[in-house]
């Protein structure tokens, strides 16, 4: 089993889950993090750190996986996030937005630990 980020996530980015992650296994896009499900040792420490609940063990995914297969695909394009950031200014907006993923999903990776 794997942690996996859903769309909660997009436009919201708040990035607490980053600091507390032993293996450093979250990568960075525009505005989503995904996590790298062969990397995540299952600890589950970053689930309760977001506070928009995006963070779910892969058991919890949609019938068709969909959110395994962004978080295995994104987290070998993207780099790698280390260091929280400060979310996006307009976050809050969008903590209760439904349907994030296809009005605003990005494929652009983020700038990660630079």
Do not use: Q, R
């Amino acid at each position: 089993m794997t942690y996996i980020v859903k769309d909660e996530c997009i436009k919201c980015k708040f990035m607490d889950c980053v600091e507390v992650c032993p293996v450093d296994c979250f990568y960075e896009g525009e505005n989503m993090l995904v996590i790298h499900p062969d990397e995540c040792i299952d600890c589950g420490v970053c689930e309760p750190e977001c506070p928009v609940d995006a963070i779910v063990p892969d058991t919890e995914d949609t019938p068709d996986g969909k959110w395994l297969e962004i978080n295995s695909k994104y987290a070998e394009l993207w780099p790698v996030i280390t260091i929280k950031k400060e979310p996006p200014i307009d976050s809050e907006k969008y903590e209760s937005e439904t349907g994030k993923f296809e009005k605003f999903f990005s494929e652009k990776p983020g700038t990660g630990d630079e």
